[in-house]
């Protein structure tokens, strides 16, 4: 904003700066700018004037229809006719049935022989050999230990009793020896064959009332309890092998049913991949391989080729050789005329 002069009008503007040029050369150049500058500078405002003119209202609008005659239809083409049918056939065709096949092929019939074997563990080897341990062994065994507990104490109590009737006679058999020095001879004699008669009474009873009973009771529990508890045992493993041999027989035919349901969903996966690599997958991919390598690739050479070779080299002499010094040309003109201040 101006200030007003002394006289309350505006003061006359700044006369424009001179350039550092003599006099005697500012006339030949202006007329050199009026003759040569000013038409370069005109003609080169008439060409840019002319490039905005046709980016606005041909390059721009050609590219607008490009985009949607064009780029637009390839990209919906190239996602609704390859890329979504081939998520598709990745999903119906390759995914869904390798689940169903691992889950009904592989993953349930091995859920039901699990189960078909812990059932056939539990209720048939389980359960029975508890019941036999139990009812076989333990309780015959609790009934052996009854059966020869009083024998046993019977047994040593009479041993108890012999020894001390027996003491009871050494005791009076050394008073009498004590007593009767002089009949040493004749007690003696007599003494050796009572003792001989009273050590085979002793071994008489002890046999006859001990030992034999004893015997008498240990062969007939073998006979009557071990020998029978024995043979219901080889009875009963018999029996359980002929039970679970079946078991057996229809555990492996499972395992050879499933082991041919999982070769069979393992060829059938196999033959459905190929078919559709082969049907489906590999034309598609020589499609486009093909369409690349003669469309794509020839096309982007050349246009690469044409851009190096010729618009690079022509844009780049425009503005070094052309442009450039035309515009530092008619830059120095200007200031020359006094049009435009030094920088």
Known sequence: MTRPGA????????????????????????????????????????????????????????GRAADRLLWRPLVWSARHLLWLPLVWSARHLVWLPLVWAARHLVWLPLVWAARGLAWAARYLLWYPSTWLLRYLVLVPLSWLHRLLAPPARAF?????????????????????????????????????RFGWWLLGVLVWSLYRFLLRPFGLAVRWSWRHGVVPVGRAIRWSVGQLARLLRPVGWAVVYLGRLIGAGVRFGWWLCGVLVRALYRFLLRP????????????????????????????????????????????????????????????
Do not use: N
């Open 7 to 62: 006289d309350g009008g505006i003061p006359p503007a700044a006369p424009p700066l001179e350039p550092d040029v003599p006099r005697w050369i500012q006339l030949p150049v202006r007329v050199l700018a009026a003759l040569v500058i000013v038409p370069v500078g005109l003609l080169w405002e008439t060409v840019r004037l002319t490039g905005r003119l046709l980016y606005r209202y041909l390059v721009r609008p050609v």
């Open 156 to 192: 040593v109590r009479v041993l108890a009793s012999a020894a001390r009737w027996l003491l009871a006679r050494l005791a009076v058999a050394l008073r009498l020896i004590e007593a009767g020095m002089v009949w040493i001879g004749r007690v003696l004699a007599s003494g050796a």
């Open 284 to 343: 598609i991919g020589l499609a486009v391989r093909w369409l690349w390598r003669h469309t794509a690739v020839p096309v982007g050479r050349a246009v690469g080729r044409v851009w190096s070779g010729g618009v690079r080299p022509a844009l780049r002499w425009l503005r070094e050789d052309v442009f450039g010094p035309v515009k530092v040309t008619t830059r120095q003109v200007f200031v020359a005329l006094g049009f435009r201040r030094r920088a």
